[in-house]
């Protein structure tokens, strides 16, 4: 059992901003989620929309500031949600301490350096000229070759594939296409996530780069010599060579043209094809992608 005391004990500890309405002696054991609530357990509702009669049985939710709810026991946050997946991390996820660093069947070259807990999984291939830092964990059938850096507490899922040749090329007479080789690496930042299925290729001579903080949902493709700057979110999407996506920039279901820019700030809305520039803070959609408004407005 989990008590109120050690929940906000911990939330001390991790500076949230936070505030406790909790009977003495509450307890929790496991979580479940407000649709379908499990007695005992700890839950969240963010706003006053999911809130029902049949859940005035909750033993203690964490609630979103601002909203008002009839309830006993509440944490109240301004940022619930990750406050919510927090307490589930600290309370009730289970870890096999013992289990390897380095899974089955994973090869790792003699030049790949990698840092403190470093986490490997099974079925991998890592080699080449490539750095893993501290704290990153890679699953399961991921490939990382050639000339790589990954930085600190960066998650890569199964079935990713980082540090590839692009597709390039060069065509002679009669439309004989001869495949360039690449001599780039890819360099990506810390706290970075990249979802399954997820190709990021090298550049061809510099690096094809990955900003901190970015996020990159399954399928996503990253070509040579793109660079994408912090805390972006690419999903589901295609970058062809040499795009640039600036800062805090989201792309949903999206192609992007060769050497296109999408600017700071700005939104690439689903199933659109950008042909041409976006410049930054703009919500741009459709094939081709046409600015449809500011995106601070």
Request: glycine share 10%.
């Amino acid at each position: 059992m989990t008590t109120a005391a050690q929940i906000e004990a911990y939330l001390i500890q991790e500076k949230q901003e936070f505030r406790m309405q909790t009977d003495a002696d509450v307890a929790v054991e496991g979580f479940s989620s407000s649709e379908h609530y499990r007695e005992g357990t700890l839950t969240w509702i963010k706003s006053a929309e999911r809130w029902h009669d049949g859940l005035r049985g909750i033993t203690l939710c964490v609630v979103q500031e601002g909203v008002e709810l009839p309830l006993p026991n509440q944490i109240i946050c301004k940022n619930s949600k990750a406050v919510f997946f927090s307490l589930i991390e600290r309370f009730f996820t289970v870890r096999d301490e013992e289990e390897a660093l380095i899974g089955q069947n994973t090869v790792i070259g003699k030049h790949v350096r990698l840092g403190k807990n470093v986490r490997i999984g099974h079925n991998c291939s890592i080699t080449g000229d490539v750095e893993i830092g501290d704290d990153t964990v890679i699953s399961d059938n991921v490939v990382i070759k050639n000339r790589v850096k990954i930085g600190k507490r960066c998650t890569v899922q199964a079935l990713s594939m980082i540090g590839e040749d692009g597709f390039g090329a060069y065509e002679e007479e009669n439309h004989h296409r001869v495949m360039i080789r690449h001599y780039g690496g890819v360099t990506i930042g810390d706290d970075v996530f990249i979802s399954s299925h997820v190709s990021i290729q090298r550049g061809t001579i510099d690096d094809t780069y990955i900003g901190n903080g970015t996020k990159i949902a399954p399928c996503t493709l990253v070509a040579h010599n793109s660079r994408v700057g912090e805390d972006a979110v690419l999903i589901c999407s295609h970058l062809y060579g040499s795009v640039s996506v600036g800062d805090n920039a989201w792309i949903a279901g999206s192609i992007v043209k060769n050497q296109c820019c999408v600017g700071d700030n700005s939104l690439i809305g689903i199933g659109s094809a950008v042909l041409a520039d976006v410049a930054p803070n703009k919500i741009a959609a459709g094939v081709p992608a046409r600015v449809l408004r500011d995106r601070s407005k």
